[in-house]
């Protein structure tokens, strides 16, 4: 079955595989946000997980450890914001642009030495017979293993925000630091936690583009990505699955419009190129205005520092 | 164990005393980096803090520091004003790219005519098409409630991709032999914004940039507006009982913001850049972002951090070609500077006190 | 008064840098600015491969230094004016965007050379240009394309659309129609120089549509790394050679070679023989290289390529030979005729045969 010249299942199967970085740093950073803690240094984090996860898949052979590495180089870059915004108390805003800045600055540095150099392949998931199924197989059982990672990630994201006591002191850390210290939750030490946990999957997600995407070092490799997480993060008006949906249709029109140009499709290549944008903000502006409550949704005390008097 | 202490009051001496004691840890640990990178730690960090200030070439670069600072200032104290109120404008960049393609086409337009009320006009259409830009997100926020900070920022892109288009083909200078970018207005006297007094670096960017640092004072000082713009980011229901309509606010302060980062794109595109390009932007919207905080969302205080960031990118280019340090490593130290910057600022409204007990 | 006394210091700056660089005679200063980091390991990092060849010529006669990642507009001027400053003998500006600031500070410093990669403005007398005819490798680049497609589909994935990446579509697109009538060429413009994530989907979405060989005019190895995923797609190495790709996908590749023109230019400096010159070197002067065509390709291909690129750097052929006509059909160049320099240097049109608009 074709539209247009394209063939949906090929565009469906590559839609998930671009999504992956910018899905990956955005149910991250939801959790941050979640926890009351603006983070804009996601694509800061994201390059160092590039960086250090591609040195470290080179330097053991494994990608398992340069995925790992790379959570790690994410989570390292994080900690800095955590000290500075919770012990500190310094601007959230600015800080994290201050971790941009930063970590593009210092990606470079450490990745001198591997320009050029290739990382250990890693190989889709073998699903057997189910990866020859008609349609399906190529949409859903041919991929690596961070495509699967990444959509269990928002899963137990959302589990955990919905079910767990874990979620519901994350959300009213969130939502009102004052009274969730006076129940005598640990605000700050939650907060690093999950600003540890950001920084860990937007490294991942970082990670993903030197390993497989690309897969190679380079500086500046991931281009923007981190910002289209941040904004995701707001396009999902903070909910993990929405998340997915951002990531998928912003990965999607991306893809699409690329297939469209190279289809031979009669629309402007200006136009195909801001549609992603475009289109993001149109299907926010439907979804806000539609409940009203969208834009609301954010957690109360986002951005907004915290000291306990006593 | 250590643990902070509020202060009645902001510390007057510390406000004063953090950004030299920033900039001094800034030089400890970033020349412990410069000495990693098997370069002369000190000799690096004269030739970023000192050279372009009292070095050989000081008379060149003291005016490049206004170059390089004008447009940061204007644009951070646009944003200063919609951040103290609370509103999320990160788009700045998009909205200096879409002032300098309208006001750059007005101009071109007429070339090559000769007329003095041609640039006056042109810098209106500069700050049209800021605030053009900026108006997108705000009429969205204050009709359909969507949130600003995705719509402003995903605006960037888009006015990335027309500027291609503008430097590709409804701008592009038709002597050009194909190539992309617009006419270089160095050679439309009337389009042109020259330095006003030769050697020194000001040009009607940076007049307008002090300009705007003295008007957002007053009114922050003085104006009833900027008591509401201060109001609503303390306390916004109390602003409400006040009578400050939120959507007029935000209308307001991304007006302004986008106006103003308009005019900052007119003045470089006609001044020190030139021509319209591909690549006219480098991040001035978003670094202004930072400049904003720096300066505590103060218009003095933007003032000198716009000129602290201007050095550190003026010294860190001269260390980087006469010392052959990486660009890499000055962006990294940029990065510590500003991390030493916000950290110091604790002391201002914290005192350190010891105490035993573990705290939480 | 006050400006003709910062004129008289600016001057005795000038004299200063003069009498020094007179002072230091035994040592020549040669310095480059790049548009990208050199771990691009594309354009600017190739560019640095000349420098790296221009100390490995003359080693301690000469000395280096360069700036990476330099924004073209104002950045670019004051980079280039703290160069001159600094003592630089001779000065390469490495990308198109610079054209006009080389021109405005090489007017300040007439002892000072500037030469200007990509650009056709040559101002001052220490101006010079040089570019390379990139479109050559293109061609041989075709005829490999054309020969070895099963499925008679090529892709190329554009940056932008300026005549030097559509000198490089129509060039190979001419040369595999040459030796394969059947094919047609898919284009995608992916509206960046350098987006390694946004290159690897363009591969892939050419792949998807069917397309067996892929040609790239952006700068990293994103498009190959894509096609290996694809058992029986090959791509082509660009700017460096890419070998880490080969055998295959990588089968051969177009390769800035911009040391020898460097070591020569340096080497007139240092003699006192340099003159203001427009080059516009190819395969003939080394300056594009053919990568070593790997044993993917069947040998009666290989010697097919390299025989073209043979009688290309002898002058014997040259690849935009005629009858050729432009895509609406009208003609372009008559039975032999050859287009001039003038047309490529501004070619925004396809040749007949190609799909697709080129943005404009």
């Known amino acids: 079955m074709m539209f247009g010249g394209i063939d949906p299942t090929l565009l469906i199967a590559s839609l998930m595989v671009a999504s992956v970085p910018i899905m990956l740093a955005a149910i991250g950073e939801l959790v941050v946000e979640k926890a009351g803690v603006l983070n804009l240094g996601v694509e800061g984090m994201m390059i160092m997980g590039a960086v250090v996860g591609f040195v470290a898949a080179v330097k053991t052979g494994s990608p398992v450890l340069g995925f790992l590495g790379g959570a790690a180089g994410g989570a390292c870059l994080a900690l800095v914001f955590a000290f500075l915004t919770q012990f500190l108390l310094a601007n959230q805003v600015a800080t994290g642009l201050a971790l941009t800045l930063f970590g593009l600055g210092l990606s470079s540095l450490i990745g001198q030495s591997f320009v050029g150099q290739r990382p250990p392949l890693t190989g889709d998931v073998p699903f057997g017979p189910l990866a020859d199924l008609p349609v399906l197989g190529r949409i859903l059982f041919q991929h690596d293993s961070l495509v699967y990672v990444s959509i269990l990630a928002v899963a137990a994201v959302w589990a955990v925000l919905k079910f767990t006591r874990l979620g519901l002191i994350l959300r009213a850390v969130g939502e009102s630091h004052e009274?969730?210290?006076?129940?005598?939750?640990?605000?700050?030490?939650?907060?690093?936690?999950?600003?540890?946990?950001?920084?860990?999957?937007?490294?991942?997600?970082?990670?993903?583009?030197?390993?497989?995407?690309?897969?190679?070092?380079?500086?500046?490799?991931?281009?923007?990505?981190?910002?289209?997480?941040?904004?995701i993060v707001v396009f999902a008006s903070w909910k993990p699955w929405r998340v997915l949906l951002g990531a998928y249709l912003f990965g999607g029109i991306t893809v699409l419009q690329l297939n469209l140009q190279a289809a031979g499709a009669k629309i402007p290549v200006e136009y195909l190129s801001m549609s992603p944008y475009l289109i993001t903000i149109l299907v926010l502006v439907i979804m806000s205005s539609g409940r009203g409550k969208a834009a609301l949704n954010a957690p109360a005390s986002l951005g907004q520092n915290f000291h306990a008097a006593r | 164990m250590l643990t902070l202490e509020k202060r009645p009051s902001p510390s007057v001496f510390w406000s004063r005393a953090t950004p030299l004691l920033a900039v001094a840890l800034t030089m400890v640990a970033g020349g412990l980096m410069f000495a990693i990178l098997g370069k002369n730690p000190l000799e690096a960090i004269r030739t970023i803090f000192w050279d372009p200030l009292f070095g050989e070439f000081a008379w060149y670069l003291r005016g490049q520091l206004l170059v390089k600072a004008g447009p940061l200032i204007l644009i951070a104290v646009g944003l200063s004003l919609g951040f103290r109120a609370g509103i999320w404008n990160i788009g700045a960049e998009g909205q200096y790219i879409m002032g300098a393609i309208f006001g750059a086409a007005v101009g071109l337009a007429v070339f090559p005519t000769e007329n003095r009320l041609i640039y006056p006009v042109m810098v209106l259409a500069g700050a049209l098409g800021g605030w053009?830009?900026?108006?997108?997100?705000?009429?969205?926020?204050?009709?359909?409630?969507?949130?600003?900070?995705?719509?402003?920022?995903?605006?960037?892109?888009?006015?990335?991709?027309?500027?291609?288009?503008?430097?590709?083909?409804?701008?592009?200078?038709?002597?050009?032999?194909?190539?992309?970018?617009?006419?270089?207005?160095?050679?439309?006297?009337?389009?042109?914004?020259?330095?006003?007094i030769a050697g020194s670096g000001l040009h009607w960017g940076g007049v307008a940039a002090l300009a705007t640092v003295v008007?957002?004072?007053?009114?922050?000082?003085?104006?009833?507006?900027?008591?509401?713009?201060?109001?609503?980011?303390?306390?916004?229901?109390?602003?409400?009982?006040?009578?400050?309509?939120?959507?007029?606010?935000?209308?307001?302060?991304?007006?302004?913001?986008?106006?103003?980062?308009?005019?900052?794109?007119?003045?470089?595109?006609?001044?020190?850049?030139?021509?319209?390009?591909?690549?006219?932007?480098?991040?001035?919207?978003?670094?202004?972002i930072i400049v904003a905080f720096l300066g505590r969302l103060n218009p003095l205080g933007i003032l000198l951090a716009g000129l602290l960031m201007a050095l550190t990118y003026i010294g860190g280019e001269m260390a980087s070609t006469n010392l052959g340090l990486p660009s890499a490593a000055i962006q990294a130290f940029q990065g510590m500077l500003l991390f030493f910057l916000l950290a110091c600022d604790v002391l201002t409204n914290f005192r350190i006190r010891f105490t035993k007990r573990e705290s939480a | 008064m006050k400006r003709r006394h910062l004129l008289a210091t600016a001057a005795l700056g000038l004299g200063l840098v003069t009498s020094g660089a007179a002072m230091a005679q035994d040592k020549t200063k040669a310095c480059w600015v790049y548009v990208g980091p050199i771990g691009d390991l594309g354009w600017s990092y190739q560019h640095h491969q000349g420098l790296l060849a221009v100390e490995a010529a003359y080693g301690d006669k000469v000395e280096t230094a360069y700036q990476e990642s330099v924004p073209e507009g104002a950045d670019a001027e004051r980079v280039l004016t703290q160069m001159a400053l600094s003592g630089c003998d001779i000065i390469f500006t490495t990308s198109f965007g610079?054209?006009?600031?080389?021109?405005?500070?090489?007017?300040?410093?007439?002892?000072?050379?500037?030469?200007?990669?990509?650009?056709?403005?040559?101002?001052h007398p220490n101006v010079s240009t040089y570019n390379a005819r990139f479109y050559e490798g293109r061609a041989v680049m075709g005829t490999i394309?054309?020969?070895?497609?099963?499925?008679?589909?090529?892709?190329?994935?554009?940056?932008?659309?300026?005549?030097?990446?559509?000198?490089?579509?129509?060039?190979?697109?001419?040369?595999?129609k040459k030796v394969n009538p059947a094919v047609e060429i898919k284009v995608v413009w992916a509206y960046t120089w350098f987006d390694p994530a946004k290159e690897a989907d363009a591969a892939k979405?050419?792949?998807?549509?069917?397309?067996?060989?892929?040609?790239?005019?952006?700068?990293?190895?994103?498009?190959?790394?894509?096609?290996?995923?694809?058992?029986?797609?090959?791509?082509?190495?660009?700017?460096s050679d890419m070998i880490d790709y080969a055998p295959s996908p990588r089968v051969s590749s177009i390769i800035d070679n911009?040391?020898?023109?460097?070591?020569?230019?340096?080497?007139?400096?240092?003699?006192?023989?340099?003159?203001?010159?427009?080059?516009?070197?190819?395969?003939g002067d080394g300056e594009v290289e053919i990568g070593a065509i790997t044993e993917a390709v069947p040998a009666e291909v290989k010697a097919e390529a390299e025989a073209l690129a043979a009688s290309i750097a002898s002058g014997a052929y040259h690849p935009f030979t005629g009858p050729l006509k432009k895509q609406d059909g009208s003609d372009w160049l008559a039975e032999g005729a050859v287009a001039d320099d003038g047309t490529l240097a501004g070619m925004n049109f396809f040749v007949e045969g190609i799909e697709g608009e080129i943005p404009k």
């Open chain 3, 98 to 123: 610079y054209m006009d600031a080389t021109n405005a500070v090489a007017a300040k410093f007439p002892d000072v050379k500037f030469e200007h990669a990509t650009g056709f403005k040559r101002e």
């Open chain 2, 215 to 288: 008007a957002a004072y007053v009114l922050l000082q003085r104006h009833i507006l900027g008591f509401h713009i201060k109001l609503s980011g303390q306390a916004p229901r109390a602003a409400r009982y006040a009578g400050v309509s939120p959507n007029r606010l935000v209308v307001l302060c991304m007006g302004i913001a986008g106006a103003l980062a308009g005019v900052a794109g007119l003045f470089e595109v006609t001044g020190p850049a030139g021509q319209i390009t591909i690549d006219f932007n480098v991040g001035y919207g978003f670094t202004a």
């Open chain 2, 132 to 196: 053009i830009w900026a108006m997108i997100p705000a009429i969205l926020k204050t009709r359909f409630n969507t949130n600003e900070i995705l719509v402003s920022l995903m605006l960037v892109y888009v006015a990335q991709t027309v500027l291609a288009m503008a430097a590709t083909r409804f701008l592009r200078n038709p002597e050009g032999a194909g190539f992309p970018g617009s006419r270089n207005f160095s050679s439309f006297p009337a389009a042109a914004n020259p330095e006003l």
């Open chain 1, 179 to 231: 009274a969730a210290h006076a129940l005598g939750y640990k605000v700050r030490r939650i907060r690093v936690l999950a600003i540890l946990f950001g920084g860990a999957m937007a490294g991942l997600g970082g990670a993903y583009l030197s390993l497989i995407r690309v897969p190679q070092w380079t500086d500046g490799i991931t281009a923007g990505a981190g910002w289209i997480a941040l904004a």
């Open chain 3, 145 to 176: 394309a054309g020969r070895m497609t099963k499925s008679n589909k090529i892709g190329y994935i554009g940056s932008f659309p300026i005549p030097e990446v559509v000198q490089g579509i129509n060039a190979s697109f001419i040369h595999a």
């Open chain 3, 258 to 283: 911009w040391a020898p023109y460097y070591v020569k230019q340096v080497g007139a400096v240092m003699d006192g023989t340099w003159a203001q010159t427009d080059t516009w070197a190819g395969i």
């Open chain 3, 205 to 239: 979405a050419l792949i998807e549509q069917g397309v067996d060989v892929i040609l790239a005019h952006t700068d990293s190895t994103a498009p190959l790394a894509e096609a290996q995923k694809t058992p029986g797609v090959i791509g082509f190495g660009q700017a």
